[in-house]
């Protein structure tokens, strides 16, 4: 799976952003994909993920209420709308995809097998 991540930028904290991530490749049927972000100096961290199969979504709770993940089965692209956004905000958007995370395994790098590029997202006090 090749994935394509797009959609970030400058924006003024409490202002949106909608991310995509288009995957080319193969079919994304029984995948789960997801959003990381990494800070400067920070790990990766787990933002949210949405099930191919069904849409089921997880998030941070952080994040939950201001983010939403969707997916656009015919365009093979996943979104992420990030609302009332925050300094903190400020990261690398990488899009990840897998086939073999289960619930418990969700938030960690380390069960996808397959990373978007990385799209900057930096946030204006």
């Known amino acids: 799976v090749q994935l394509q991540a797009s959609g970030g930028g400058l924006v003024q904290a409490g202002g949106s952003l909608r991310l995509s991530c288009a995957a080319s490749?193969?079919?994304?049927?029984?995948?789960?994909m997801a959003w990381f972000r990494q800070a400067p100096g920070k790990e990766r961290e787990f933002v949210a993920s949405?099930?191919?199969?069904?849409?089921?979504?997880n998030y941070r709770d952080s994040m939950r209420g201001r983010f939403t993940i969707s997916r656009d089965i015919a365009k093979n692209t996943i979104y992420l709308q990030m609302d009332s956004l925050k300094p903190e905000d400020t990261a690398a958007y990488y899009c990840?995809?897998?086939?073999?995370?289960?619930?418990?395994?969700?938030?960690?790098?380390?069960?996808?097998?397959?990373w978007g590029q990385g799209t900057l997202v930096t946030v204006s006090s």
């Open positions: 990840a995809a897998t086939t073999r995370a289960i619930s418990s395994t969700l938030g960690f790098p380390s069960s996808y097998d397959y």
């Open positions: 490749g193969r079919s994304l049927r029984n995948h789960i």
């Open positions: 949405i099930r191919w199969n069904g849409g089921n979504t």
